[in-house]
């Protein structure tokens, strides 16, 4: 595992909600959506890490995800929707025309992709404490 990476991978996350919320804020729903994607997108990215897994592709990741998180129940189907869901917004928002988000839809996509970051921060934090009590 590449510790080093993984860090890196979960600060990115950490860092890119925090830039959603200053989209938000600033009243970019569409940057805001596909900020939040991406900090879900680094804080899978760096769960897959845990187990040396990972993926070149978006559509890999999200496999990955599904297969070794949640339909082992690691990851609940609930919370993985958020993820899954905003990669199909971020999708619409970046790349069909005439996609306009607002307050009323993205509001909520921002506290459950913060509850998304929270949790899969947790998950690779306690992965980690593990880790070390297994090698200690």
Not at 38 to 67: E, I, K
Request: a neutral charge.
């Amino acid at each position: 595992m590449n510790l080093e990476l993984l860090r890196y991978r979960k600060n990115r996350a950490l860092e890119t909600i925090e830039d959603a919320v200053i989209l938000a804020e600033a009243g970019r729903w569409n940057a805001c959506v596909n900020r939040l994607y991406y900090a879900c997108f680094y804080a899978v990215s760096a769960l897959l890490l845990l187990d040396d897994r990972s993926s070149t592709r978006h559509t890999g990741v999200r496999a990955l995800f599904n297969l070794h998180f949640v339909r082992t129940g690691i990851v609940s189907k609930k919370l993985a929707r958020v993820y899954n869901d905003l990669f199909e917004r971020r999708q619409e928002g970046d790349y069909v025309d005439f996609v306009v988000f607002n307050a009323d839809q993205v509001l909520p996509w921002l506290k459950q992709a913060q509850l998304f970051v929270q949790d899969v921060s947790e998950l690779i934090d306690h992965g980690l404490s593990s880790r070390d009590r297994d090698e200690g």
